[in-house]
């Protein structure tokens, strides 16, 4: 829906302000459900995940509005997603899949190389946390960048590469807090221009389609590399393994943006690319 209100304007920025749903609603959960599930149960805490889902739901079908189109702008008809357009929603999704991964190496991973140090639990979890309310703020940001600046793939290409190489140093620091500080401000500046990248080669017609199988591959992904990351850290003896391997595929997420550019421009000349 976002992709469909935003298409061919301020998309980086849409989606940043929309994917920085995520890391505000980790960060407030690590927040206020352990305070209801101590006060009320664990029964409590998970009634209350529900209750804010049923919110969200009620809401969207009260204000969700179809977007708005000139009548000289017609509304492409349902078609099938193929060739180069679907190979760059793939690689795409890949993209968007190794970037959260790597993401979610420092929250499911983080506490556990802290108290590998020595630190207590509730100070590791404490200073984790910093991460995701700083990407709370650089995820718009990077948005925010890419739509002024007018390049996507420069602040998507420097926010991955500052991300990696940070994701390196983090387990050689000694210097805990100011290295996730600097987690979350780098971390967050691709999310947006990488949720933009579907944009470039759906139309109306396909949109939904393309989107659906944009975040299956996330989701696929997103199962994956926590237990396979587990494994590593477990056959290495220190959590910080899950961090190389972050890095790694943040690595990997540049050769892919280089494929999505190549295909999407063979989309746009086969011209299914609306």
């Given amino acids: 829906m976002i992709t469909e209100w935003f298409a061919g304007q301020n998309l980086a920025l849409a989606m940043g302000i929309f994917v920085n749903s995520w890391p505000v609603g980790i960060a407030c959960a690590l927040l206020v459900l352990p305070m209801i599930a101590g006060q009320f149960g664990l029964e409590a805490a998970q009634a209350a995940i529900v209750l804010l889902i049923a919110i969200g739901l009620v809401a969207l079908m009260a204000f969700f509005r179809p977007v708005a189109r000139s009548a000289t702008v ?144 996330y989701y696929i992904m997103i199962f994956i590399a926590p237990a396979l990351a587990g494994l590593l850290a477990e056959a290495a003896g220190t959590a910080a393994t899950a961090f190389v391997l972050g890095s790694g595929m943040l690595v990997a997420c540049l050769p892919l943006l280089w494929i999505f550019q190549l295909w999407a421009r063979g989309a746009a000349r086969t011209g299914i690319a609306v």
């Fill in 74 to 217: 017609p509304i492409t008809a349902p078609s099938r997603l193929c060739g180069p357009a679907l190979g760059c929603v793939l690689v795409a999704a890949g993209i968007w899949a190794f970037y959260n991964a790597a993401l979610a190496m420092i929250f499911g991973f983080g506490p556990v190389m802290l108290v590998e140090r020595g630190w207590t639990a509730s100070a590791a979890s404490s200073a984790t946390s910093v991460v995701l309310w700083l990407v709370a703020v650089s995820v718009p940001l990077g948005g925010l960048i890419a739509n002024w600046l007018g390049r996507r793939n420069l602040v998507l290409i420097t926010g991955l590469t500052a991300f990696a190489v940070l994701m390196l140093l983090v387990p050689q620091s000694g210097h805990m807090v100011p290295m996730f500080m600097a987690l979350g401000l780098v971390s967050g500046l691709a999310a947006g221009p990488i949720m933009s990248l579907p944009g470039d080669v759906l139309s109306s017609g396909n949109r939904t389609h393309g989107m659906g199988m944009f975040f299956t591959v």
